[in-house]
């Protein structure tokens, strides 16, 4: 019942605004990539121009291990808004998740500039300590704390840099924290 309202909600492009990654949601949660592609291909048939909709391809594509598919659909999606920043986020943890990690920084900082969400500080701070600069990823977890203090930083964000710095009793705290964060990265720490 679902996949029939979601492709209903598909033959009218007005509605791809408003719900562009419910398609997606429901099929690649339940691990049904293949799926997922067809109805978000079909939905960027219908709405060539969104930036949330050729990034949610590429997101399928990373959940289904097609990293080199999702480097090239982030591009594309980044030739037509290039100042679109989960965008450029997301091709950095495609870049991550392939071990190009001076590529992922380049894409991560680009992000930050767009955006400055603490998301992405969170996947650098991953990324320059699997580089080795472990004094940065220090740095940057010291700017996370303090920025904390001010406004809301996700505790998977901060979880992320524990993690890449080895301290795995601070990175569990911050991973439980965020499993029940409202609005927290839940499809990233289950996948």
Not at 44 to 61: A, C, K, Q
Not at 96 to 103: F, V, W
Not at 170 to 179: C, F, G, W
Request: aromatic share 6%; charged share 25%.
């Amino acid at each position: 019942m679902a996949r029939k309202r979601n492709i209903a909600a598909l033959s009218n492009s007005n509605e791809l605004r408003d719900r562009p990654s419910l398609v997606r949601a429901d099929l690649s949660n339940l691990k049904r990539f293949d799926d997922s592609l067809v109805e978000l291909r079909r939905a960027e048939e219908l709405d060539p121009l969104s930036p949330i909709i050729g990034t949610n391809l590429g997101d399928t594509l990373v959940f289904a291990r097609r990293y080199d598919e999702a480097i090239t659909q982030y591009k594309r999606t980044l030739v037509r808004n290039p100042n679109f920043p989960y965008a450029h986020l997301a091709l950095a943890r495609a870049y991550g998740a392939k071990g190009m990690y001076p590529e992922a920084i380049a894409e991560a900082r680009t992000s930050i500039e767009l955006n400055s969400g603490s998301a992405a500080k969170g996947f650098l701070g991953l990324w320059l300590a699997k580089s080795g600069k472990r004094d940065e990823t220090v740095k940057l977890l010291g700017e996370l704390k303090q920025e904390s203090t001010r406004n809301y930083v996700q505790s998977f964000t901060l979880a992320l840099i524990y993690i890449a710095l080895g301290d795995k009793e601070e990175a569990l705290n911050h991973l439980e924290k965020a499993h029940v964060e409202p609005g927290g990265n839940r499809q990233l720490l289950c996948s």
